[in-house]
């Protein structure tokens, strides 16, 4: 997804809880909710949107839609570098903050989203995912948990990064991020381009989707793509990658790298070759575009794992994509 139905909004001040909660209810109607659900949205929003604005420093807020099973609900993340908690369950079981930091009004959220997760590090900040969907809430797929993040360069309304997912017929599950040339309306093509292509080849090895996405970009500037395929049963992941989507299998502290051959998809391949690394259900896996700085390490974040993908993602989003660019990252862990 390129996002087209994300809104990003910095928390910097009253007037922007205002903005985030407003935001989030007119999605929310756009979507069909209904009025009890809009209500419980508009809480949602407004304590969210709060806490960055009174405790946190550096506080964004992503609103956008969630689709699942033919359906639509309303996400909304929120991220920070402020002081953190200590516990941040205890915050979420009686909704206030005894040292007076981010924490305030979490419990109320809890209550009214139909889902919720948090992750939070004293002095590293705070990382919070709530949705809002009408009775009752669609189940997740099955097998891995994927979920992407994208944000376009400060400047621009439209990123040129994409991604997308789906499950095979052979009950593994494809993942795919790109990186459009260059920025703005030009490299968007290119990136919407890529996942339509994507979503629309044939249940192939992820050499062979890769190869469609090339045949399918000829008339855009050109993306770097990478397609991975993941099967539980095996054990293992299966990659493709044209140019520089980074890409990762984390596992037990060990970071084994997807490593693409040098390309543009769309104008200039070489002959593709798939490559194939150990996968166990443990690993958590990691691709992102280039506005994301490679030197992370999940090893900084005690606990992020036992989270769920989206707050790994945002996570790893907010602390990594550094550089004035487009930035995505998508993250699949097996499902709990």
């Excluded at 609900?73 to 040292?99: L, N």
């Excluded at 099955?142 to 991604?163: A, K, N, Q, V, W």
């Excluded at 008339?219 to 990478?226: C, D, K, M, N, Q």
Aim: hydrophobic share 40%; aromatic share 4%; charged share 20%.
């Amino acid at each position: 997804m390129t996002d087209a139905d994300s809104t990003w909004l910095a928390v910097q001040d009253a007037g922007a809880v205002g903005a985030v909660r407003r935001t989030a209810t007119r999605l929310g109607q756009a979507l069909g909710l209904g009025e009890a659900r809009l209500s419980d949205l508009a809480i949602v929003a407004s304590e969210l949107a709060s806490n960055l604005y009174k405790h946190a420093n550096d506080g964004v807020a992503l609103v956008r839609a969630a689709r699942r099973g033919g359906r639509a609900g309303v996400e909304i993340v929120t991220t920070d570098k402020g002081p953190g908690m200590v516990d941040i369950r205890r915050s979420i079981e009686d909704g206030h903050s005894t040292s007076g930091t981010l924490g305030i009004g979490l419990g109320a959220v809890a209550r009214q989203a139909s889902e919720f997760d948090a992750y939070s590090l004293p002095g590293a900040g705070t990382v919070i995912a709530a949705s809002v969907w009408e009775a009752p809430v669609p189940s997740p797929e099955p097998g891995f948990e994927t979920c992407g993040l994208g944000r376009p360069m400060s400047g621009e309304e439209l990123s040129g990064d994409g991604y997308a997912s789906r499950l095979t017929e052979r009950g593994t599950v494809q993942l795919m991020v790109c990186d459009g040339l260059g920025h703005g309306p030009l490299a968007a093509i290119a990136a919407q381009a890529a996942e339509a292509a994507f979503r629309s080849a044939a249940q192939a090895p992820p050499k062979d989707v890769l190869e469609h996405l090339h045949r399918s970009l000829a008339h855009t500037r050109g993306a770097v793509a990478t397609v991975v395929e993941l099967d539980t049963g095996a054990a293992r992941a299966r990659f493709a990658g044209l140019g520089n989507i980074s890409g990762s299998i984390v596992d037990n502290g060990q970071r084994r790298m997807m490593v693409s051959q040098p390309g543009i998809a769309g104008h200039h391949r070489p002959t593709l070759r798939e490559l194939e690394l150990p996968c166990p259900p443990t690993a958590v896996v990691v691709l992102h575009s280039d506005g994301l700085s490679g030197q992370w390490s999940l090893d900084k974040y005690p606990g992020l794992l036992s989270r769920t993908a989206l707050v790994v993602a945002a996570t790893l989003f907010r602390d990594a994509s550094v550089r004035r660019d487009d930035a995505t990252i998508m993250v699949a862990k097996a499902r709990e």
